[in-house]
Every structure is written in C-alpha cells, then in structure tokens.
C-alpha cells in the first residue's frame, strides 16, 4: 500500500503542521515471501520519488507516512500473516536524516520537543512490534535514517552503502531520536562517542559499511549485486533461529565512565564549551545506561528540542547551507559558457608554493603544466617536489600506477618564459614583492598569446597595481589559495576594475575543475580571510604588547572555539609571513593595521617557533620572551575578546560597504572554508551579530533575526 | 598435433522466476543485465567449490541486443556479478535457442580444449524488448520472395503449420495446453520448479522494493472450456491461441559447464553428460518444424535413434509445433516422457533465455530416472530453424526402462 496521500493530519499528537515545501519521503509497503521459506514478511521502501542526488530525508509528513506503513505491518503481524518487518531505501540511498527545511520556521520550545516527541514516537514502533523488524541499509544512512535501523531489531549494511554516520553534533543538534539513548547500548559507550561526538568533531568524518559491521552497528554485510535478496534470507534465517547475530559485549561500569571522562576531555580541548551540542550528546550517552527507554527518549526530546532554540544550531544551519549550496554556485560569477578551455598552464616560481600549485594543476586539469624560475637548479627541485609527491601519493594507493605516470609527465620545468607561448594560463607564485610581481607580467607578455589568463597568488599585494601597465590588464585575475593547497577548499578569485567576463569566468571554471570552493572577492588588500585573521591578530599582539597575560591572551578566544589557538596561528603562518602582511596593511590601512614592534624583533632574530609545550601546556620559548618589550597595561581576557570581535566587526563592515564581497554570506563562507572558522559561529557575522557586537560597533545587524539566529516573532 | 575430445558436462542450472511482458509485469521495472546478475550469483552460490577466476568464457544470450541487452552482457553481467576482471565474455544471438547456442559454442570449446569451466546464459526482457524492436529487414527478403514476410511473426508460422499438418486441430493443441499448465502446477507442489530459481529484488517505483520468487506465466486454474473460448490473433478462424503458445515473458537462465575432468577436479556436481548437439534449417513459414531435422542431424551423429531417448525437452513455442515433433517421431501427444514438468506454455518462454530452462528440466528428470540413459533438448527457432541437444544421464544405473 501507499500511504501517499497520508499527511500530518493523521498524527493525533502533535500540533506541528508539515512544511509545505517538504520533499516527503513515502515509506511504501509491500508484503514479500521471504525467499527460501513460505514465510511473508513486510517491506517498507523508503522513497522520495527522486533519485539519489536527491536522497531521502524524514520531515512531519515522511513521519506521518512511515507511521501508516507500520500500522499496516502491525496489522499483519497481528494477523499472523507476517514474521517479519523489513525496511529499506531507494536505490544508493536508505535515508539521510531529519528534513531540516523546516526548521528555521520553528519558534518556541514546545513545537521544537514536539518534532523530537513525534520522531520518538514513530521510530520506537519499530522496536515495539510483536514481529522482528529489519533495516537493510542499501546505500548512505545518516542521522535520522540510522536513528530508523537502532530502533529494528536487527540490521544489515550493503558493503557499497557509502556513508554511514551521525552528523548532528557537527550541526549543533544530538542524535535525538533514539540515537544517543540506543547506539551506546548497542556498542558501548566508547564507540558510541566516537559515532557521535569524536566523528561530527573531525571534519565530519563517516563510517564505511564495513567500519558500521565491525562496530557492531550492522549484524551482517551482503554485496550489493544482491543486497537485498541475501539480507531477506539472512532475515528468515534469524527468523527460524538458524541464524543468532553475535552482540558486542557492553561494559556499563568502569569502561563506560572512562569513555565518558575521555569524550569530556576532547570535548573540552576542541570546543572549550563554545557550543553545547557536543557535551549534551555526552550527557544523554552517559546516562542511556541506567534509562528506560521512555526515559531516555524524553530526555532526547529536552535536549534536541532546547539545541533546535539555540542560536548556534540555527548558525550552524545557515553555515551549512553556505558549505553545501553558496560554494558550489558562487555569487557573482559570470555565465560558466564564457569560459575559454585551458589546454596547458605555466607557472612562474619553483618554490614551495609553486610546485603544490603544480601538483594540483596536474592533478585536476590533467593537462600539461610547465614551471619556471631562475635558473635550472631551482626548477629541477621544483619539479622534483612534484614528481616525490606523486610518488608518495601513488604509494598510498591514491592513483593507480598509469595516472602517475600520467601525471608525471604532465609536469616539467624550463628557464625561459618562451615556453609560456601556447599556455592557456600563466600563474604566477614568486615572492610577495609588488615590483618583482609586475616584472614577472610584463616580461610574460612578451611571450604569452594576448587570451592567456594572467593569475597571481598574492596573498595581499594589489592586483590593480600589478596589472596597470600591462597590453592585456583585462586577463589578470588574483588566485589566493589557503595552505596546504591541496586540503584547504577556498580560492579567494580577485576581479579588478579592469578584469573582463571574460577571463572571471575561465578563473573560476579552473577553480571549480580544482574542487575548490570559489568567493568572488573584488581586489583590495589580503581580500577576505587574511584581512580578517590580521586584524584579529594585530589586536590580540597589541594586547600581549601592552602587557597582557601570555595565558590570558592564548586563552582569551576560548568562547569562540576556534580551530587553533592565536599564537598558534602565528607560529603556523609564520612570524616572518605574518609581520609582511602586517606591514602591507598597515600601508594600506594604517589606523587600523599596527605592526607589533615585538613581533619585529622575533622576525629580526631570526627565530620561527614561538611555543613550547609543558605537557599539553604551550608557552613562549625563553628565548622569545627574552626578546620581549611589554607594557604595563593589562587586559582582562573579557576585554581582549571584545576588543578583538570589535575589531573583526568593524573590518567585516568595512569590506561590505566597500563592495569587497556581495554579502556577509561570502565573508562567513570564507571564514569557514579558509580559516576553518566552526559552523557555530556561523562563520562569523552571525556571532558578532547574536553578541551584540555588530549593533554596538557599526550601529546595525550583518543578518536579519532569523537568518543564522532564533526568529524573534513567531514565524506566519 | 591430434588431442583427444574432452567430455562436456552440465554442472548446474537455475533461472530467475518468468515474469509477464508488460507495464504491470513482474519486471515491468527491473532491467533485464538485472536479470542476468541474479542468476550468475545464484549460480556461484549454489557451486561454492567454483572459484569465479576459473571461469573461461561467459556467453549470454539475448535476441534484441540494445540497451541493457546489450553492451556485450557477458562482458557487463560478469562485471556486475562481482566475476573478476580476468573472466572474459560475449554475447550470443540465435533468437529463441540462445541460451542452447551459448551453451553448445562454449561446449565445443571445452572439448577442444580452450575451456575448462564456462557460464552459458539467456536473457530476454520482452517487455522492455519487444519481438521485432529495431529491426530492418533487408527488402530483398520480399522483392526476391525468400521470406514470406508471415515468416517474421511467429503466431503466423504455427497458424501455418496447422494447415500443413490439418491432423493437427485446435483441440489438441489445447489439450495439450491444458496438460503443459497441469504439469507445471504439480511440479510446483513438488517443489521441483522452485528448487531451480533464483530469487530477484525488483523495484516498483510507486510500491517500492519487491522479491519475485515465483513465475507469474502459470495458469493453473484453467479448463478446456476456458482455452476453447480464447481468441486467434493470428487469423481469424484460426487455432493459436493466447492459451496454446508461450506468452510475452521476461527472464533470464544460467548454466555451468565444465570438462568431466575439471568438474571432477573442483569437486563439481555433474547433472547431465554432452552427448552431441546439432541445428537444421527448414522453409522460414513453418519454423516450427525445426526440432524435426535437427533431432534426426543430433541422433545420427551420436549413433542413436528416437527409440534411445527416454526423455524429451521441447520448447512449447506452441502446441502445435510440439504436436508435429511428436507427430513425426510417432509419439503420442501425452507421452510422459515429453516436457513432464510442463513447458513454456505455462512457465514462459522469454526467448533468447529457454534453451537452459529445458537443460535444468530435463537434469530434474535425470535425478528422478536412473533408468532412462539419454534424454535431448529440442527448440525451433525464428526464420526456420531447430536446434538440439542429446544429453546422457549421469545417474544412470544401467537398467532398461
């Protein structure tokens, strides 16, 4: 039967109506022998009618429909016409999750633990059965779509499901609809951390199939020639007691304390209490021990429903529509069919830079890359750099051994730029020197075709500068890559004034073809994310020069959660790097760029490792702090952080008003995939925003209430 | 250089259950290299002792080779199956005895000595398929009068060999109808059907997942009367019937083959022993004849006579064409000894697929008869043709029936 037509009026106890944009995923049932056996069981096919690009997700009516599915089952099963209940997915996909589309619309507590309360209470049937019930995870079964297969008695995994996790940590939400209370029950509460929490917090991480059997979370792994099939017989098997899945063993004592310790632990160290999702999950699997289930339930429903009113969930949810949509469609970017094809790329330096650059061009545009530099000893280390990197790559399995030697032979090294003369685009990635930089233009010019896409990897030079003078300007686009290049997902693409449609729409086709995730930045000083991290630097080293606390300083930032530490961010980009762009602001900008007369004299002596460890402790080597001149002005850490979010406030203003990017949304999304700036914060207008600080410092909001924050008035 | 001839042997044979042709058929969804897939895994399955890297050759057959038909399926199948890159494959074409030509090319290469162990299959999706898709027939056939162009439609040519053979009437072929869905029926109380079939997961877009485990073609409710009432789409007036062919079907089978030797080497199980195979052509407008010369090519070739053969396979096309089989060779239309499972008449006949589905019958008859030494598979086969294939007991027990 169908349950198609079923909506959320068939749900008694709820009030929440159903989105009326939801894609509802229909769990269609089907009553099917159970090969092998004259045995009947029922089969619910969970299908949005899309294909797989658009994969299954469980909104109010999906619930309502999966409702009506199980009554009919337990109708059958009461009838004594069924053994069993399987359930599964359309092809490549069980289900992905809760349909968030929603939820921005929800506006006060009691519909947020209404929408936990109905999950709860459709998902929990399926444990509840007088039959034993079955997920077949056929293809990707994430948060909500695997909270379905705990609540089955049983589970089989396709060892080409994909991707198998609970992302919600990684959302600002927990697992609430039975995953917090079951998986640890299930596979102890070591393991379950690691799904839960330790996975969401590193980089969304995700099982495979066969990580999701040896956990123990799948009791059998079938191919998926014949997935389906072979998990129906393993299903009578266990039915007719031929076949008893083996359980992990779960310690509810002393192992489960020192998991629980352990998961603090690195909570604390990632996040230092910056979002509560994390600890929540901690709490409700630390618990789930001793609960009933309607217990454990109920509290799911307390915590999800106080996370879904919290401000970093609904930050999290606008920084992840930023991550999944914003960056694969970059605003600004002119018609993709402008772009001229790239057939063949010149690099100008051979340095470190330079030859990761290579590798990637190789690598994604698999078309031939040559690099050039002074002399031929400086290019065969270059190309060296690239040929060992391939070398590595193929050890580890990432290419077969004919794309490496592929690749290899795509990239090779010369001392004249004439070879540049049937390049379709020349990057240049020599040091950070303005008139080096025009030297290099001009003398390309000379040699390349005048259609060549001229790009520069300045990190904070002027683009303008560096393409006045030139016959073509309107081919010179700024290219700034984040370190390591090969991981880091932003390109910050800089237009000039002079820059033509022409030339943007090749410099961001060649970005896509990298896999990076490209904003359209109009040229000014270090664009988006650099301009960003300096200024916040240059006032946390301000106040460590006026006399602040090393740990106050270190420490002050801790609310955000950022990635790394701000000395440890200095030490990383380098004190050398970072005092050039200082001064290249400070030119720029010089109110509000100071150059650190401290951080001059570590530069000056030479020295490039700040920190020490005592322990799990950094400090300043002693030979750092010998060098040190501070004040005697002290800020308390309250203070520092304000000034610094002031200060980011002003700057994220500023580039606005100056039309350096098109809206907040670009510098978030910078912030996030340059920076690693955490979803919580929502890249970063919406914390200077829920903080009040955008409203104190340039008199209004980045985003309207609602955007990436809680509504203030109820939604219509 | 001479060798000697190396025994060929039938290892094993299953097929998936037949579907009707058509938009609400059992594999109105599912592609037709799904089929194919199924049973190759469920062929594996059921011959653990086969590893897949010993497979030489992988023969499929199907009569409209384009779209998931085509692609060279025995290259494509044995991928999807999980066979691993080294087994090679090809695809073969002799309509409706396809399935029985990729079984006795990739024989003829095991007793030459180029195989070991071989997977011969026959698919044929006719609902995603159907008879006549894409074809062009060259205008000569009829400018030049080589085919009569009622020699394409199949209904036709047995409309035709009713009147060659006017003995022949509407009654017996229903009768004999009626026996091939009685047959088929008790053979499925026994379980005899069902041991043979491998299971399919089909997808329903409105109804979601689904497992075909069972035919659909059977009637086995039907009478006389029901069969006497059915329309002749061929002619009117006519004598075929809805009730007295095979119908529109989709399925597929699989075989394995191997040398005696190799199958006793990997510990295979033998159910049937190669004992020669021949094809004959006859006039294109009464195809049906086919089995006739082609039986009498098979049993001189191995010295043995209609009288040897305790055991007959033939493809119900249409009853009438199985009637002219037994009409030649003197054998009574209820012969027990003919189709005792019943036939394609109630089973299917998903064309290019057949030939292994009557190789898997006549191997359950073999178990069940230790006295009967030979038996043969017999089709007739579109634009005039037959094809057959006599088969040695394995089990037999040197009795005489």
Same mark, same amino acid.
């Given at each position: 039967m169908s349950t198609g037509t079923e909506t959320a009026s068939t749900i008694t106890d709820s009030t929440i109506a159903a989105a009326p944009d939801e894609v509802v995923t229909q769990s269609l049932l089907r009553i099917v022998a159970l090969p092998g056996t004259g045995a009947r069981a029922a089969l619910i096919t969970l299908d949005n009618g899309h294909d797989h690009t658009k994969p299954n997700t469980l909104g109010i009516a999906g619930l309502a429909s999966?409702?009506?599915?199980?009554?009919?089952a337990e109708t059958a099963a009461k009838a004594g016409q069924i053994v069993a209940l399987a359930i599964t997915g359309k092809p490549f996909v069980f289900a992905v999750g809760a349909d968030l589309t929603g939820v921005p619309r929800l506006h006060d507590l009691e519909q947020a633990r209404q929408l936990s309360a109905m999950?709860? %209470?459709?998902? %929990?049937r399926l444990g509840e059965l007088p039959v034993p019930t079955f997920a077949l995870l056929n293809g990707a079964t994430l948060g909500g779509g695997l909270e379905i297969a705990l609540h089955c008695t049983y589970r089989t995994v396709s060892s080409g499901a994909g991707l198998i996790a609970f992302p919600e940590v990684a959302l600002g939400l927990v697992p609430g609809w039975g995953g917090a209370y079951l998986l640890p029950r299930l596979i102890g509460a070591k393991n379950a951390i690691k799904v839960i929490v330790e996975n969401p917090l590193s980089q969304n991480r995700m099982l495979n199939p066969k990580q999701a059997a040896t956990l123990g979370i799948a009791d059998a792994m079938f191919e998926p020639a014949d997935f389906l099939v072979q998990s129906l017989r393993w299903?009578?098997?266990? =039915?007719?007691?031929? =076949?008893?899945?083996? %359980? $992990?063993?779960v310690d509810t004592g002393a192992e489960w304390d020192d998991a629980i310790t352990e998961g603090r632990e690195l909570v604390s160290a990632a996040l230092h209490g910056s979002a509560p999702a994390a600890e929540r999950a901690l709490d409700l699997i630390d618990q789930a021990r001793n609960r009933t289930p309607d217990a454990g339930f109920a509290a799911e429903d307390d915590v999800l429903a106080e996370l879904i009113m919290s401000d970093e969930f609904r930050a999290s949810l606008y920084a992840f529509d930023l991550v999944q949509r914003r960056a694969k469609r970059p605003v600004g970017a002119p018609n993709p069919a402008l772009a001229r094809p790239i057939t063949k790329v010149g690099i100008v330096g051979a340095g470190l830079m330079a030859s990761q650059l290579a590798l990637l061009f190789a690598q994604r545009l698999e078309v031939p890359v040559v690099m050039t530099d002074l002399n031929q000893e400086r290019v065969d280390t270059g190309v060296g750099y690239v040929r060992n990197e391939i070398d590595t790559l193929q050890a580890k399995g990432k290419f077969s051994n004919d794309k490496a030697n592929r690749l290899r032979a795509l990239v090779s090294g010369t001392t004249t730029k004439a070879d540049f003369a049937d390049a379709d685009l020349v990057i240049e990635a020599v040091f950070e020197k303005l008139e080096l930089k025009r030297e290099i233009f001009a003398e390309l010019e000379t040699h390349i075709s005048a259609t060549c896409l001229l790009l520069t990897n300045t990190s904070s030079l002027s683009v303008t500068e560096m393409s006045r003078g030139l016959a073509h300007p309107e081919r010179v686009v700024g290219f700034h890559f984040f370190n390591p290049v090969a991981k880091m997902p932003l390109l910050e693409i800089a237009s000039t004034e002079l820059t033509d449609e022409v030339a943007l729409a090749t410099a961001f086709a060649v970005g896509k073809a990298l896999k990076k995730s490209c904003v359209l930045?109009?040229?000014? $000083?270090?664009? =988006? =994310?650099?301009?960003?991290?300096?200024?916040?630097?240059?006032e946390v080293i301000a106040a460590f020069d006026e006399g602040t606390p090393f740990d106050i300083v270190e420490h002050a930032l801790d609310p955000l959660g950022l990635p790394i530490s701000p000395f440890l961010l200095l030490q990383l980009v380098g004190p050398g790097v970072a005092l050039h762009v200082s001064e290249t602001m400070h030119l720029a900008f010089p109110d509000r760029y100071l150059v650190s007369p401290n951080q001059q004299r570590i530069v000056d002596a030479g020295i490039t490792r700040l920190l020490t460890w005592d322990g799990a402790v950094p400090r300043l080597t002693d030979e750092v702090t010998g060098l040190l001149v501070v004040g005697n002005?002290?800020?308390?850490?309250?203070?520092? %952080?304000?000034?610094?979010?002031?200060?980011?406030?002003?700057?994220?203003r500023l580039m606005l008003d100056d039309g350096v990017v098109a809206e907040p949304q670009d510098i978030d999304l910078c912030m996030m995939l340059g920076a690693g700036w955490p979803f919580h914060l929502g890249g970063i207008t919406p914390y200077l925003d829920r903080t009040g600080t955008s409203e104190r410092v340039t008199g209004r909001r980045f985003l309207a209430p609602g955007v990436a924050s809680l509504p203030t008035a109820p939604a219509a | 250089m001479s060798r000697p001839i190396r025994d060929v042997v039938l290892v094993d044979a299953v097929r998936t259950p037949f579907g009707k042709a058509g938009a609400t058929g059992l594999y109105a969804q599912t592609r037709a290299d799904d089929l194919v897939v199924a049973a190759f895994r469920e062929l594996l399955r059921r011959n653990p002792t086969l590893s897949p890297d010993r497979i030489d050759d992988v023969a499929v057959a199907a009569t409209t080779?384009?779209?998931?038909?085509?692609l060279t399926l025995g290259r494509t199948a044995g991928i999807l199956a999980g066979f691993p890159r080294s087994v090679p494959g090809q695809s073969?074409?002799?309509?409706? @005895?396809?399935?029985?030509?990729?079984?006795?090319?990739?024989?003829?290469?095991?007793?030459?000595? @180029?195989?070991?162990v071989v997977v011969a299959s026959g698919v044929e999706h006719m609902g995603r398929h159907p008879m006549g898709e894409g074809i062009d027939p060259n205008p000569r056939f009829v400018a030049e009068h080589l085919v009569d162009t009622e020699a394409l439609v199949m209904g036709k040519t047995a409309e035709n060999l009713h009147d060659r053979l006017p003995h022949l009437s509407r009654v017996r072929a229903d009768e004999f109808a009626l026996s091939s869905q009685e047959k088929t029926a008790k053979a499925y109380a026994d379980g005899v059907i069902p041991a043979d079939l491998a299971p399919v997961a089909i997808r329903d877009a409105q109804q979601g997942w689904g497992v075909a485990t069972v035919d659909e073609p059977p009637r086995p409710g039907t009478s006389l009367a029901a069969l006497a009432a059915l329309k002749t789409p061929f002619r009117a007036h006519g004598r075929v019937t809805a009730g007295n062919s095979a119908g529109l079907n989709d399925g597929a089978t699989a075989a394995v083959l191997a040398s005696a030797d190799t199958a006793r080497e990997l510990e295979l199980s033998i159910k049937a022993r190669l004992v020669s195979f021949a094809y004959a052509g006859v006039e294109p407008e009464v195809m049906g004849l086919g089995p006739v010369p082609s039986t009498q090519k098979a049993l001189a070739k191995a010295g043995l006579t209609i009288e040897d053969i305790g055991l007959f396979e033939i493809n119900e096309a249409f009853a009438v064409q199985v009637l002219a089989f037994l009409d030649h060779f003197g054998l009574s239309d209820d012969d027990p000894r003919v189709n005792p499972f019943g036939g394609a008449i109630a089973v299917g006949h998903p064309l290019a697929s057949s030939g292994i589905r009557l190789m898997a019958y006549l191997a359950k008859s073999f178990e069940r008869r230790p006295e009967v030494q030979y038996g043969l598979t017999t089709m007739c086969i579109g634009l005039g043709m037959g094809g057959t294939v006599i088969w040695e007991n394995p089990h037999f027990d040197g009795r005489t029936s």
């Open positions: 999966l409702d009506s599915a199980i009554d009919a999950g709860h %209470r459709v998902f %929990r299903a009578a098997a266990v =039915v007719a007691g031929e =076949v008893t899945p083996s %359980r $992990p063993l930045v109009h040229d000014a $000083p270090a664009f =988006v =994310v650099n301009r960003i991290l300096i200024r916040f630097l240059g002005s002290a800020s308390t850490a309250e203070q520092l %952080r304000q000034r610094a979010l002031d200060a980011m406030a002003q700057e994220a | 080779q384009i779209g998931d038909q085509g073969v074409d002799r309509m409706c @005895a396809g399935a029985m030509t990729a079984v006795t090319n990739l024989a003829g290469g095991i007793a030459f000595g @180029a195989y070991d």
